[in-house]
């Protein structure tokens, strides 16, 4: 079954504004992950919350989890042009740290 | 701080050709994993690595796919026969059992 599913699938904003992505999926987890990917680049770790946790941060970064819904949120405040980039939730089952990814949510950040 | 590295950074070959893609995991990470994504497309698990054999894969790692670590430091990936639906970015990661991946910044294949 698809996990892992992302909206919006692209996201244009003004810098300076909050930005806002969204994560579901369907089976139960262990952990949930946010990733971005910069154009061509590797994929590189934002933050991640564990299935008993409600709520993260790290910097500029927000994640809310709610199991019940079986939905994450990304919140990426204040935003700047350099967090322009495809950012990527993925969930973790327990089994191998095996990732399940959603197609990304496509974010501009407009000067 | 450590990284994943992955060489070659993009790899142009014929369909029918063999070819390996190489990384080299951080130094005390235990589990090892071949992801890819296709241009445009969600990333795809291929297969995960712990104590030198597959603990899992996915149906895209068929027969055509094996993996190997063979000094201890260097985590390979071979496709014996490229096809042209094998065209991505293949992604080397590991973790330390925290969770958290370390990608490396991929290998690019072109099948022509």
């Known amino acids: 079954s698809q996990q892992g599913e992302e909206d919006p699938q692209a996201l244009s904003i003004q810098e300076g504004e909050n930005a806002t992505m969204n994560c579901s999926y369907k089976?139960?987890?262990?952990?949930l992950q946010w990733y971005r990917q910069n154009s061509g680049r590797g994929l590189v770790h934002l933050i991640l919350?564990?299935?008993n946790e409600r709520e993260k941060h790290s910097g500029r970064l927000r994640v809310t989890l709610d199991t019940s819904k079986k939905s994450s949120s990304l919140l990426i405040t204040a935003s700047r042009a350099a967090d322009t980039a495809s950012y990527f939730c993925?969930?973790?089952?327990?089994?191998?740290?095996?990732?399940?990814w959603g197609a990304g949510t496509k974010l501009i950040i407009k000067p | 701080e450590p990284e994943v590295t992955q060489t070659p950074s993009h790899q142009v070959t014929q369909m029918g050709q063999e070819v390996i893609l190489r990384c080299v995991p951080i130094?005390?990470?235990?589990?090892f994993y071949w992801y890819r994504q296709i241009l445009g497309q969600k990333v795809e698990f291929l297969v995960s690595?712990?104590?030198?054999?597959?603990?899992?894969k996915s149906e895209i790692f068929d027969d055509q796919f094996s993996v190997e670590r063979p000094d201890g430091s260097n985590f390979t990936l071979k496709i014996r026969s490229t096809k042209l639906e094998d065209s991505a970015m293949y992604f080397c990661?590991?973790?330390?059992?925290?969770?958290?991946?370390?990608f490396g910044e991929g290998s690019r294949l072109t099948v022509l």
């Open positions: 993925a969930t973790d089952k327990g089994s191998n740290y095996q990732l399940i």
């Open positions: 089976t139960s987890i262990n952990n």
């Open positions: 919350i564990r299935s």
């Open positions: 130094s005390n990470h235990l589990y």
């Open positions: 690595f712990y104590n030198n054999e597959i603990s899992e």
């Open positions: 990661a590991s973790t330390a059992q925290t969770g958290e991946l370390f």
